[in-house]
């Protein structure tokens, strides 16, 4: 099959994947035009329609979602093959891209990563935010970064932080007013600031209850989609909040706020990158394994 079919059979692909000319052709950095164009001319030549299209979607036909079954996992195999080549050059080279929730792209990730863009300078990272656990195969990422209980047992996993505590801060003003909590009971006479996750659910705090790590729901009157929100929204005085003891040590240093609860923070395994295995080849992969690796064991 000479390129032109392949490339063809990649903008197929990318379409029926992304069910929409519009996402597909931004990944392919193709106009729409030529997407249209180009799939068009496939199902001419092959006598068959591979899409069915309307004004608001696009999926693939029964013939093609034979197609994408068929030519998917073997194109993918082709891509990887060629970036492992690549990967002879000097240095290494590629885009990395790496799912995360945002405190930890900012306190982990980002100053590790930054000095590589400088020694390296045709390695790409790109950054995504997130708080759902995101299928890094499906949604074509690198890796992702989350708590180490949370990464499925068929991904490599690599830590990359220390355990750390999960801990509850109000600011002294908020206290002055409303008292100060000291058992889980208490929350329910508490603003207790909330974080809604990706999936639409308000995330239940995981606090330490006779010995044991269990989700209590809580309730406020402020509801964020990032902790950077929560905590600021606590420093004004509008609530408990509940993030990692890192994040919040600087604002209780300042004053901005004060530690509460302290007997029912849990303990959290740290963090890690997780990965599919089959990935660990790229050396521009490894390279940002390794600037992130921290030295405690990985599973």
């Known amino acids: 099959m000479n390129g032109e079919n392949l490339n063809d059979l990649h903008a197929f692909l990318a379409v029926a994947q992304e069910r929409s000319f519009t996402r597909a052709a931004a990944r392919l950095g193709l106009s729409q035009s030529t997407l249209s164009h180009t799939v068009r001319g496939l199902e001419s030549r092959l006598g068959v329609r591979l899409l069915t299209r309307t004004t608001r979607s696009v999926a693939p036909t029964e013939s093609g979602e034979q197609l994408m079954q068929a030519i998917g996992p073997q194109l993918e195999a082709i891509a990887a093959e060629l970036a492992a080549v690549r990967e002879y050059r000097d240095k290494p080279a590629g885009t990395i891209r790496i799912t995360a929730i945002d405190i930890v792209a900012d306190h982990l990730l980002w100053p590790r990563l930054r000095p590589l863009l400088r020694d390296y300078p045709e390695l790409r990272i790109e950054i995504a935010t997130d708080y759902r656990l995101v299928d890094v195969v499906s949604e074509r990422f690198d890796v992702g970064v989350r708590l180490g209980d949370q990464v499925a047992q068929d991904m490599v996993a690599v830590r990359i932080g220390p355990e750390m505590r999960a801990a509850i801060a109000a600011s002294p003003a908020y206290l002055a007013e409303h008292g100060t909590p000291s058992r ?85 395994p740290g963090w890690h990158i997780y990965y599919p295995s089959r990935r660990e080849s790229s050396r521009a992969l490894k390279l940002v394994i390794d600037a992130l690796r921290h030295p405690g064991p990985s599973r």
């Open 184 to 268: 889980i009971e208490d929350l329910a006479r508490h603003q207790c600031i909330t974080l809604r996750l990706t999936s639409g659910a308000i995330y239940a705090w995981e606090l330490l209850m006779g010995g044991k790590v269990m989700p209590v729901k809580v309730d406020g009157q402020v509801t964020f989609t990032s902790a950077y929100q929560m905590m600021q929204a606590a420093i004004d005085g509008c609530g408990l909040v509940f993030v990692t003891e890192d994040a919040l040590q600087p604002h209780v240093d300042a004053g901005r706020l004060a530690w509460v609860m302290e007997d029912h923070w849990p303990t959290w």
